[in-house]
């Protein structure tokens, strides 16, 4: 039961890593936290579903142009509503992405109101057994997509003289300012970066998933508690920790209650809260004086 | 002294929804119903239910309507939330003034607004949601059209008693008020009859994994599961058992589920071939007991989807309808309950079941039938094997 707990875990768990690293991008670089990024999860899904459904395409190029899409729409809540807003108070900014999240659950609502919508699965290969242990394509598929993307990711931040950009913004804005960076228009590839990595984890949980305008509010407080456990603002810790939350969900419910699998999140927050405010990786707030 | 007339005046202006005008909401042309039920939200695909109740409205007014006024409806939206289902109920009866109310799918929902309802003393027909609280004890002004949980729940473990050898059940539900409507009942049947449940577990709403509940079943491989879960999560379940070698496992679901679209959504007959669902209809969903019914709601509403759900509101809708012809022209709320109150055996030709509300019982359906796919296709059952 462990290694199938631990294997269903692990794909959860890359899904609630994916939105809690999208979540991340734009807090470590804009200091926001996106309210509405569970509904950016859900248009990406949406967005898929429509090109796949409706118009009969295959999942993978269906796929690649919802995440651009969503890519274009974060890119586009930049540059249209958050920058005329950058002088005024933080909480507008959070304000903002609420309205956003409410504006896109609204329209899904208008359009798919009274449906729970399936999304045709990616690969529906009959379950392989190993023992007591059983390997499906979704959960094979869903964790070797987001271990590629995180290769990708963070071999671009590490490797790459992107990265070596993304990682002066970081730093100091005002310092990479002065060596020539835009920040502004880093701000809102951070947006669209985060908008699109939302919207492949849309993607992947919904051909397990079902599609319902209501889908995004449960992974957006997944990705509060994996960012959380991880430490605010590290890129690493929002991966370990959704990883880390979809394993915990998944053993509490076994071994303890299945009534814990949905306050796990809950639970992982007040206890790194209390325990270990910034988190497994997160950086100790210093002030100098 | 000079405060005493603006005292009897705040005074009765406190005191006037229990003193509601008998004939509030109506004219000589119309009664005007407040249909509220869940139009958006995730379990909007509940409100199918008022859409048929409201195209059942529109034939009776086709055809003159009840002593020459017409079934006017007048919709709010309740998303299955509490507050803004409480919103929906004060505005239909303080600001759209109107003479009764009919409808409410979500238990959770019309359980929170029976109170405000009672008090304020206008007719309330529930029409979908199941929740015995909400009409026991019984209010005088509030009427359960629709088997009650307790009804279901029995109905679901007889169900699942009547299969021969079913000695070990679980139960999986979602941890509210609807789902313990269902699943309380059923697990009183159970231990009346010497079965104990061998799990109780939980999948919340919204959860897109049924894993750790599956694999808890695993271990101990029941001979009938009994699910009360909504249906996204019913899919994501019957797709989870059949994953991890269970898919031969009877499910036992709710009202809340129907077979049609459970198949349509899990994509694959192999996955519900063993899943049966409370089925309070006369007849299979295609079959010609419910041909009428289907082509009046298409009627009204040509686009609209059928499901199991778009049924379910008419037969209080037929009741409605007797109990206004037997008050007369001369209608007020008074008379209206109290034709309701006499409603007795009624054969409303959409429930499997009778309709009887008497001044001391207003759950007015006892029974149910159940529906499971026989050679693939639904087909409506009175027992394990029998055909109804």
């Not at chain 2, 037969?315 to 001369?330: F, I, N, R």
Request: charged share 15%; hydrophobic share 50%.
């Amino acid at each position: 039961m462990l290694m199938q707990l631990t294997l269903s875990g692990a794909s959860q768990g890359a899904i609630y890593a994916l939105v809690a690293l999208s979540l991340t991008v734009v807090y470590r670089s804009t200091t926001v936290v996106n309210f509405g990024h569970g509904d950016l999860v859900m248009s990406g899904a949406f967005v898929a579903y429509v090109l796949v459904v409706g118009l009969g395409l295959a999942f993978l190029p269906a796929a690649v142009i919802a995440v651009v899409a969503m890519f274009g729409l974060g890119v586009c809540f930049s540059r249209g509503l958050i920058r005329p807003i950058r002088g005024g108070p933080h909480i507008g900014f959070a304000l903002m992405s609420i309205a956003l999240g409410y504006t896109l659950r609204g329209i899904a609502r208008t359009v798919w109101g009274r449906e729970v919508l399936p999304m045709p699965r990616v690969f529906d290969i009959e379950p392989i057994f190993l023992g007591d242990v059983v390997l499906t394509g979704d959960a094979l598929f869903t964790i070797a997509t987001v271990a590629v993307l995180l290769g990708l990711f963070f071999a671009m931040l590490t490797f790459t003289d992107i990265g070596k950009m993304v990682q002066a913004v970081y730093q100091s804005e005002r310092g990479a300012r002065l060596v020539g960076i835009n920040v502004s228009r880093f701000h809102d590839l951070s947006w669209g970066t985060g908008a699109a990595l939302g919207a492949v984890g849309g993607i992947l949980i919904a051909p397990v998933s079902f599609l319902h305008p209501d889908l995004g509010a449960s992974f957006l407080i997944k990705g509060f508690a994996a960012m959380t456990l991880g430490g605010f603002g590290s890129l690493g810790g929002a991966v370990l920790g959704g990883v880390v939350l979809g394993l915990a969900e998944q053993y509490a419910g076994a071994y303890i209650d299945t009534a814990l699998i949905d306050i796990t999140a809950y639970l992982l927050i007040i206890l790194v809260l209390l325990v270990r405010p910034r988190g497994l990786f997160g950086r100790k707030a210093v002030v100098k004086v | 002294m000079k405060r005493l007339p603006t005292f009897l005046a705040a005074t009765a202006l406190l005191a006037a929804p229990a003193l509601a005008d008998e004939t509030t909401g109506l004219t000589d042309d119309a009664i005007t119903i407040g249909v509220m039920g869940p139009f958006s939200g995730n379990a909007s695909s509940y409100s199918k239910a008022e859409i048929g109740l409201m195209a059942f409205y529109d034939m009776i007014n086709e055809a003159g309507g009840v002593h020459g006024r017409k079934l006017v409806a007048v919709q709010e939206d309740t998303g299955c939330d509490t507050a803004k289902g409480l919103a929906a109920a004060k505005k239909l009866i303080f600001q759209d003034e109107v003479f009764m109310l009919q409808g409410n799918s979500c238990s959770g929902v019309a359980v929170a607004l029976r109170p405000e309802i009672e008090e304020a003393g206008l007719p309330w027909i529930v029409a979908h949601a199941v929740s015995d609280t909400i009409s026991d004890p019984v209010a005088a002004n509030i009427f359960h059209g629709v088997p009650t949980g307790n009804a279901n729940g029995r109905a679901m473990a007889e169900f699942v008693l009547s299969r021969p050898d079913t000695k070990k059940v679980a139960i999986i539900e979602h941890s509210n008020d609807w789902a313990h409507s269902y699943s309380n009942p059923a697990q009183a049947y159970l231990k009346e009859h010497g079965v104990e449940p061998t799990e109780v577990l939980t999948m919340e709403r919204g959860q897109t994994d049924a894993t750790a509940q599956v694999l808890k079943m695993r271990a101990d491989r029941p001979d009938f599961i009994i699910a009360a879960l909504y249906e996204a999560e019913t899919a994501i379940f019957l797709r989870d058992l059949k994953k991890y070698g269970l898919g031969d496992i009877p499910v036992m679901g709710t009202a809340g589920t129907d077979l049609e679209n459970t198949l349509k959504r899990v994509g694959d007959l192999e996955t519900v071939k063993n899943y049966y669902v409370i089925h309070p209809y006369v007849d299979n969903l295609d079959g010609p007991g419910m041909q009428k019914w289907a082509d009046m709601i298409h009627k009204y509403y040509p686009d609209e989807e059928l499901t199991n759900f778009s049924y379910i509101a008419i037969g209080s809708g037929v009741a409605l309808v007797k109990a206004l012809e037997a008050a007369g022209p001369d209608l007020t709320r008074s008379k209206l309950i109290a034709e309701l109150d006499k409603i007795s055996d009624l054969d409303t030709g959409v429930l499997s079941a009778p309709i009887t509300w008497t001044a001391d019982d207003h759950q007015g359906v006892k029974g149910s039938a159940v529906s499971g796919f026989v050679d693939g296709k639904p087909t409506v059952l009175k027992a394990w094997g029998q055909p109804y």
